[in-house]
């Protein structure tokens, strides 16, 4: 066994309702005027207003800042910024999915260090503490609320990681309320997305047995309540166990990281603006088809988490769990190839250098090169 260390920073707050005891998170940490981060989305179905009369109850002076896209921009940020800047906000709330929680951080990088957010790209490299995070999720989901990582997409759109302990969210609120409105659709990638974190996490080179017991938790947790919970999002046991699965699954890999289908997606979504959710469920079967070469045995603990089998019959094949998967995709809707997002061979020259640009490549459990890389492409259109 490798060495290793373990530390849980951060307070999480579980349950339904708990968006109601959002303004005082906010008095505990004694904070003036917060920047509440959402989405335009989230603004149209009326969550910020929900979220802002709660604070506004409470005298809380806050301004929102809803122009967080998909796959937000340095652009975004640098708005995000200023606004936090002229306003001498103190803290930020983030409501939504993975964009608006990753624009929180980043925002609060920028607004509380300067300069711009390219500037601090890569790990560690924000000098003075930021403004504390309470981050709101409205999906199952990034998992961004219990990691130090965002990803912002520069002017190349290449998708930056920026990574820091000082971007870490203090305070989580999962409501369970809160995601019982997405569309099937968002459900579903979302969903794949938190299944995609909790594998790549439990299969990575730097998987511990602390991340392996949070991987495995969320992956039982996703398998068996996916299917439910994109069926009918107002199934609360579901959507809970949903909302709990994504954040085990973002714990997973905030401490062991990803792999081949994160460092695969991103150039994706970056050049092609594929939804994020979309792009790993589209190539997590065709990398855990790949990673089998790897496999020490723990694809039957996966495929048996996923499928509630308590036992294999004695022959189980890798290629069991990688069928899985794509079964899974097919049920809840989610396209099974590139091609039919019109991405194709002629695309792999702008795809495979951003891919191997990503570090991600170094936790993966299969050792992967430039032609390999291209290969997975391929595979998956
Ligand atoms: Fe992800």
Do not use: W
């Amino acid at each position: 066994m490798k060495p290793f260390s373990f530390s849980v920073k951060g307070e999480v707050n579980f349950g339904a309702g708990s968006l109601n005891e959002l303004p005082a998170k906010i008095s505990a940490r004694n904070l003036k005027k917060v920047l509440l981060v959402s989405d335009p989305y989230l603004e149209k179905i009326g969550l910020v207003k929900k979220a802002g009369d709660l604070l506004a109850e409470k005298e809380i002076a806050y301004i929102t800042f809803t122009e967080v896209e998909a796959n937000p921009s340095a652009e975004t940020v640098a708005r995000g910024a200023s606004i936090f800047v002229e306003n001498n906000v103190d803290g930020i709330v983030c409501l939504g999915g993975g964009s608006p929680i990753d624009v929180a951080k980043a925002v609060a990088v920028v607004g509380t260090n300067g300069g711009k957010i390219e500037d601090y790209a890569g790990f560690n490299r924000v000098g003075k503490p930021v403004a504390p995070i309470i981050a709101v999720p409205t999906t199952a989901g990034t998992g961004s609320e219990v990691t130090s990582v965002a990803v912002i997409k520069n002017s190349d759109n290449f998708k930056m990681p920026i990574g820091s302990d000082k971007i870490l969210p203090e305070c989580v609120l999962l409501d369970p309320l809160l995601i019982t409105t997405l569309p099937s659709s968002v459900a579903a990638a979302t969903g794949m997305d938190a299944l995609t974190h909790a594998v790549e996490a439990y299969l990575s080179l730097e998987a511990t047995p602390f991340s392996d017991i949070i991987a495995e938790k969320a992956i039982s947790l996703i398998g068996a309540n996916i299917r439910l919970f994109v069926a009918n999002r107002t199934n609360l046991e579901a959507a809970s166990a949903m909302l709990l699965g994504s954040t085990f699954a973002g714990m997973a890999f905030a401490l062991s990281r990803l792999g081949n289908v994160h460092a695969l997606s991103h150039p994706l979504s970056g050049h092609f603006g594929v939804p994020h959710g979309v792009a790993n469920a589209l190539l997590f079967p065709v990398v855990l088809e790949f990673n089998a070469l790897a496999d020490s045995g723990k694809y039957e603990k996966i495929y048996r988490l996923i499928t509630g089998e308590k036992a294999c019959p004695g022959n189980f094949q890798p290629k069991m769990l990688v069928d899985e998967i794509r079964r899974l995709n097919a049920e809840i809707g989610l396209p099974q190839k590139l091609s039919a997002l019109g991405i194709t061979e002629g695309s792999l020259s702008l795809l495979v250098p951003d891919a191997m640009k990503s570090n991600l490549l170094l936790y993966n459990p299969r050792q992967t090169t430039q032609k390999d890389v291209e290969q997975l492409y391929l595979n998956a259109m």
